[in-house]
């Protein structure tokens, strides 16, 4: 479902077909952490989806869930549309980090890059980031998150500073 923008797939006809449709909100939300996700089935098998899911109501997880609800409701209604935008901008990170010789690109999915960065250069590359008001944390593997507040004008800066840092 993340890659509907992609494909331009309607989620209403998928539903029919399948058994199972499984949404995860933060990528409505534009947000990189998991903010939930609900999950719906065909009539029949609900029984079989509620009896997986009696646990998380026992332990008492619902608690803001009116307030996730309404979140969800108006992401649906509103952010779709821009997650198209999140992928091309991390298409584009990915290409330009791909530029980089000592970057190795390892995956581009959806919002997401995952780079690998060599040790002896994460802590100065943060550093050096930091003092041009990009805020990051470097590690050896490193996952790149694109979301609704981050524009093309961001990627190309972080892409120009990274290079700026390794031709130095």
Not at 99 to 106: D, F, N, P, S
Not at 136 to 147: C, G
Not at 152 to 167: G, H, L, P, S
Request: aromatic share 10%; proline share 2%; charged share 25%.
């Amino acid at each position: 479902m993340e890659n509907i923008p992609k494909g331009q797939i309607d989620a209403q006809l998928l539903g029919i077909f399948v058994c199972a449709v499984r949404y995860r909100f933060h990528l409505l939300f534009q947000r990189p952490w998991n903010t939930g996700w609900f999950r719906a089935r065909r009539f029949e098998s609900f029984d079989r989806c509620r009896r997986a899911l009696w646990r998380k109501v026992l332990g008492g997880g619902m608690r803001q869930s009116g307030l996730l609800a309404a979140a969800c409701l108006f992401a649906l209604d509103h952010h779709v549309e821009s997650l198209a935008r999140d992928h091309e901008n991390a298409a584009c990170l990915a290409e330009g980090l791909r530029a980089i010789e000592q970057i190795k690109v390892q995956a581009h999915a959806t919002n997401m890059v995952f780079a690998k960065i060599p040790q002896a250069h994460c802590a100065p590359l943060e550093a050096f980031l930091k003092e041009r008001r990009i805020l990051t944390q470097m590690l050896y593997a490193s996952r790149f998150v694109i979301h609704r507040d981050v524009s093309r004008e961001d990627i190309d800066t972080v892409v120009r500073a990274v290079k700026e840092y390794f031709a130095r």
